[in-house]
């Protein structure tokens, strides 16, 4: 059973930081992409950031780029994504995603397993 738990959602200021984590069991974390994917209000979900299993490649939604960074620990099988310069329009439930072995892919039909997801408000 593959499971993924996110943490590290909450509110901050515009401008502010958060970490999310999301620990990963029931499969062999350091062969899988992974990724993180956000909901917002009324919309569909979208692509965050992906990054392969070595860690060595990544890839970002044009909207984060500058701003957040996905990285990996495969020893703890956990999956971080530093937001930085947080907007209100950064609000939304983050996901985390595992993907597949050894093939670097960032779109959502491509993830196979989700996490329940993680809260991230950012107020103006």
């Known amino acids: 059973q593959v499971q993924l738990v996110e943490s590290g959602g909450g509110l901050v200021q515009a401008g502010g930081s958060l970490r999310l984590s999301c620990v990963a069991s029931?499969?062999?974390?350091?062969?899988?992409?992974m990724g993180w994917f956000r909901q917002a209000p009324g919309k569909e979900r979208e692509f965050v950031a992906a990054?392969?299993?070595?860690?060595?490649?990544?890839n970002y939604a044009d909207s984060v780029k500058g701003r957040f960074t996905i990285s990996r620990d495969n020893a703890k099988n956990t999956v971080y994504l530093q937001m930085n310069s947080l907007k209100p329009e950064d609000t939304a439930v983050y996901y985390c995603?595992?993907?597949?072995?050894?093939?670097?892919?960032?779109?959502?039909?491509?993830?196979?397993?989700w996490g329940q997801g993680t809260q991230v408000t950012v107020s103006s």
């Open positions: 029931g499969r062999t974390f350091g062969m899988s992409t």
């Open positions: 995603a595992t993907g597949p072995y050894f093939r670097f892919v960032y779109s959502q039909d491509e993830f196979s397993y």
């Open positions: 990054i392969n299993w070595s860690g060595g490649n990544t």
